[in-house]
């Protein structure tokens, strides 16, 4: 009969073979700064919704954020977006958003709980 350390071996080396340790995809986040002075520009607001997603009250879709937020720039200063997350949201949907954000020069991004 085989040893039971021998068949513990075995599977050891098994799974470690046949797992992936490289990540996919990494989201950057950053806790809040306290102290900050307040930005005079007013900041834009997104609600994030299980189905859809407004950009300032207006309904848009994942492709239409970034021109969306470039143009309401006035000028080179950092915008500031409000992520408002509703009730259902998931994880993912969250990271599709941010994902979509991430390539848009100087953008804040602020993420409020789900309501």
């Known amino acids: 009969m085989t040893s039971l350390i021998d068949v513990i ?25 306290s102290g900050q002075a307040s ?17 300032n009250g207006v309904v848009t879709d994942f492709q239409g954020i970034g021109p969306a937020l470039v143009a309401l720039r006035t000028n080179e200063e950092e915008l500031t ?23 848009l020069p100087s953008l804040r991004v602020m993420v409020l709980g789900a309501s």
Do not use: C, N, W, Y
């Open 9 to 33: 071996f075995l599977l050891l080396l098994f799974f470690m073979l046949s797992s992936t340790f490289s990540r996919f995809a990494e989201v950057e986040l950053a806790a809040a700064g």
């Open 81 to 103: 977006l409000v992520i408002s997350l509703k009730t259902g949201v998931t994880a993912q949907r969250l990271t599709d958003v941010l994902a979509t954000l991430r390539p």
């Open 39 to 55: 930005h005079p520009t007013t900041p834009a607001f997104l609600s994030l919704k299980p189905e859809s997603l407004s950009l």
